[in-house]
Structures are given as structure tokens and as C-alpha cells.
């Protein structure tokens, strides 16, 4: 099967291109911006007849867009993962054989839901910033092109290559830098949140198995449990090996659909994992259960039933094993 790939130097797009690579049933064609790819083709300023040129060439039975942008201005975040998706669907459809489309989407499409709940596939969407407004624009376009389409609402992606503006890429980072200056410290922001951490090699296995599927419209792609982002964190402490304590900020994780704007003052906060003074209560301490500013505390997890039955996928890397392939990673760093 002859497969364009979109998006392979990104997070997500590298272990797509690995895992896609050691099927020898699959014959993959790589096109994107770098001197890397096969064809050179940037997504957010070429044209759909240029596109569609292209395909016609390559004849690809499936395209895999993984190409768009996490963080930037609003403007960069339109570009890359809206006027880019619309671009990608109409070369498909003026292509000659319209290939089948797989299109990675986020759970930051769906926005605030309400806590303890797994949030499904049909639940109304309603995203809070940018990004998520840029990505369920594309989705949107992808579901409304009459093509042959999937689009795998992806929830919070951890692992080995995992972007240094990231959570888990930032305290790993963070971890590294104290353990060399022997700093006791290490800060982040809060952590008080519930997110669905999903492997990044789990994620590349269910873009192939969409690939491959008869599956069409939203499939949500997560680990279908809620994990708290202060214990996640601590798996990765613990990998670490440092015996610190983690200073949380009084400001709630940048998820990536609040991402792109000021990031907050660096203010006193909760510490991890117990290292507070005895009796002590940081500045603005605030109940267990409650984000900054009063705010609900933010929840985010997958049901994953659709992806289970349509794509016969399930995770495959605990998150302990995923967050210790970012320490390793992140300690072999030069």
C-alpha cells in the first residue's frame, strides 16, 4: 500500500514515520518543508492544484497529515492547522484517485468537560483558545470534504521526544539542570490537574491501524484513564533518581489549548513530593480539588471505546515505562 506521509519531523509524525517504515507492506512517501523529506512542499502557503500535482505522482492509496502547530500566534496556529488542512483535502479531491485521509486531531478540540466523566466522540465541542479552535476547524473541514476520512482525536501524547516546551520535556529538563548543579528544586506550574496520558509510540500504532481500518469520522485516541498530573510527575522524579522537591506555581498547567499567550508570574506554590516544612502553607495555598483563581479543576480523559471496536487498538506502554524513556532520553542529552 503506497502511503504520503505528512508532518514526519514533528513529535508524534517521527514515530509514525518509524512504525510505518518497519512494515514492509507499505510503501511511504515523505512530504514536508526540511531538505529530509522526499517531496519539499510547505503546507501553509502552497496551493491545492500544487498539492494534488503531487499526488497524482506518488498515487498514494492513504495520506497520514500529521503536520500543524502546537504552539505560536493565533495567526500560526490558523495557518498551520486550518488553511494547511484545507489545502490537504481539497488536493485529495481534485486528485485524480482520492486517497483515504487519516488526520490527527486533539482533545483540546472538545475544551472545559465536566469532571469524573470520560468525554466521548459525541460530545459538542467547545474549545477555549486557539489552538483548539484551529484544530476543530480542521477536523471540521476533514468531516465536512466527503472524503474518505478519520480523524483521531489525540489526548495528551508523553515518551521519548517529547518537545522541551511539553510538560513532561520541560521537568525532565528541569530535573536534569538541578541534578547537575545540585539544586534542590526543581519549579513547574500546577499540577493539581486529571489529563490522559497516551504513549507516543501507542498513538503512531493506532494512526497505522486507522490507516489500514475502514473507520471514519472521530476516533478518540487516549489510555482511557484520568491520571493527576502531580502523580505523573512523580514517576518521572522517581526515574530521575532526585531527592528534591518539585515547587509548584500558583498557575495551572498551559494545556495546549490554552497555549501562545503570557505565562504567569513565577509565584510561591505547592511543593512535591512532601519536602514542605513542617506545618508550613505556601503563599495562595488553595483546597486540594481547585485550579488557580478558583477555577475547576482541569479534566481531561479519553473514552476510548470507539478505537477499541472500529480499530481494534488498545495502549500498549504504561505511563511509568513512557515517562522513564523521557528521563532516559533527556539524561543522555549533551
Not at 495528551?156 to 530535573?175: K, Q
Not at 506550574?189 to 494512526?207: E, H, K, T
Request: aromatic letters at 4%; hydrophobic letters at 40%.
Amino acid at each position: 500500500m503506497r502511503v504520503l506521509l505528512l508532518g514526519a519531523d514533528g513529535f508524534i509524525g517521527r514515530r509514525v514515520t518509524d512504525r510505518l517504515l518497519m512494515d514492509h507492506e507499505l510503501q511511504v512517501t515523505v512530504l514536508g518543508r526540511r531538505d529530509s523529506a522526499d517531496i519539499r512542499f510547505d503546507l501553509t502557503t502552497g496551493s491545492p492544484g500544487a498539492l494534488a500535482r503531487f499526488l497524482d505522482a506518488v498515487a498514494p492509496q492513504v495520506v497520514i497529515n500529521c503536520a500543524g502547530a502546537t504552539y505560536g500566534s493565533s495567526r500560526t496556529l490558523i495557518r498551520s492547522n486550518t488553511l494547511a488542512v484545507a489545502t490537504v483535502c481539497e488536493a485529495i479531491r481534485r486528485s485524480r484517485e482520492p486517497a483515504r485521509l487519516v488526520h490527527v486531531g486533539s482533545a483540546a478540540e472538545y475544551g472545559p468537560v465536566p469532571g469524573g466523566v470520560p468525554v466521548s466522540e459525541q460530545a459538542e465541542p467547545r474549545p477555549v483558545g486557539p489552538y483548539g479552535v484551529s484544530k476543530l476547524a480542521g477536523t471540521e473541514l476533514v468531516l465536512a470534504s466527503g472524503l474518505d476520512a478519520a480523524v483521531l482525536r489525540v489526548f495528551d501524547v508523553v515518551g521519548p521526544g517529547a518537545p522541551t516546551a511539553s510538560l513532561f520535556g520541560r521537568l525532565a529538563e528541569g530535573l536534569r539542570r538541578a541534578l547537575e548543579r545540585d539544586e534542590a528544586q526543581v519549579r513547574m506550574p500546577d499540577l493539581s490537574g486529571y489529563r490522559d496520558f497516551v504513549d507516543v509510540r501507542d498513538v503512531a500504532r493506532a494512526i497505522q491501524a486507522a490507516a489500514v481500518s475502514a473507520a471514519t469520522g472521530v476516533v478518540n485516541i487516549g489510555s482511557g484513564h484520568a491520571v493527576r498530573a502531580r502523580d505523573a510527575a512523580q514517576l518521572l522524579v522517581r526515574a530521575s533518581g532526585f531527592e528534591g522537591s518539585i515547587v509548584e506555581e500558583n498557575r495551572q498547567v498551559l494545556l495546549p489549548a490554552q497555549a501562545g499567550g503570557p505565562v504567569g508570574d513565577h509565584l510561591p506554590g505547592h511543593h512535591l513530593p512532601g519536602h514542605r516544612p513542617e506545618g508550613h502553607r505556601p503563599e495562595g495555598h488553595r483546597p486540594e480539588g481547585r485550579a488557580a483563581a478558583g477555577e475547576p479543576v482541569p479534566w481531561r480523559q479519553a473514552d476510548v471505546r470507539t478505537a477499541r471496536d472500529r480499530l481494534g487498538w488498545r495502549t500498549q506502554v504504561p505511563l511509568e515505562e513512557s515517562l522513564g524513556d523521557v528521563w532516559l532520553e533527556t539524561a543522555c542529552r549533551v
